[in-house]
Structure formats: C-alpha cells, structure tokens
Nanobody, 115 residues
Framework: QVQLVESGGGLVQAGGSLRLSCAAS????????MAWYRQAPGKEREFVAA????????RYADSVKGRFTISRDNGKNTVYLQMNSLKPEDTAIYYC????????WGQGTQVTVSS
C-alpha cells in the first residue's frame, strides 16, 4: 500500500520548536529524495526542505534556512523536520512527498505558531 503519514504537529508559541515525522511506504521512500512542503491558509502549497537518499545533501527554502533541519532514517522509511525558532508565518499544514511531488498526498500535520 502506498502511504504518506505525517505527524508531530501542534500549537506552539513563537520561538518554540516542533519535530515532524513522516512515515512513507517503501515504494515511495526507498532510493528516492524526500521533501517537506507546507500550505498556509489561502496560499498555495510550497516547498520547505529536501534531502537526498543518502542524507548527505539537503536544501531549504530561504524562509526556513538556519531554523529548520531535515533528516531521514532509511531503516524506518521515515523523514523528519526539526523546526526551531518558529514564527507565526510558519503556521501551515505540513506534508511530505518526493521532490517533485507525486500525484497524491497524505493528510498532513497542522502546525500553528502563536505570537
């Protein structure tokens, strides 16, 4: 079964931290780069961060560079997003997928940052 299951979101004050997790089925995960995306209310979904299959290469949107860290555990088919120094503008639903994304998405995980 093809799956993307995001978790770890929540409500946090500005300046706080959250760690998101995404468990993917092997067909999606194994051998592929993975990425995080987010969609804020009234806005289009946007790229946040990506990581290569080996974990040795990463890239970030300018808006999160220096605050977010993407990582992966290939033994668990899981990709993570450590989010520090959160800002109200980081409020969004966060999704994982490949870069570029496949034609389907998981349910996402809501991150709300209060000022």
């Amino acid at each position: 079964q093809v799956q993307l299951v995001e978790s770890g979101g929540g409500l946090v004050q500005a300046g706080g931290s959250l760690r998101l997790s995404c468990a993917a089925s092997g067909r999606i995960f194994s051998g592929y780069d993975m990425a995080w995306y987010r969609q804020a209310p009234g806005k289009e979904r946007e790229f946040v961060a990506a990581i290569g299959w080996s974990g040795g290469s990463t890239r970030y949107a300018d808006s999160v560079k220096g605050r977010f860290t993407i990582s992966r555990d290939n033994g668990k088919n899981t990709v993570y997003l450590q989010m520090n120094s959160l800002k109200p503008e980081d409020t969004a639903i966060y999704y994982c997928n490949r870069p570029p994304p496949l034609g389907y998405w998981g349910q996402g995980t809501q991150v709300t940052v209060s000022s």
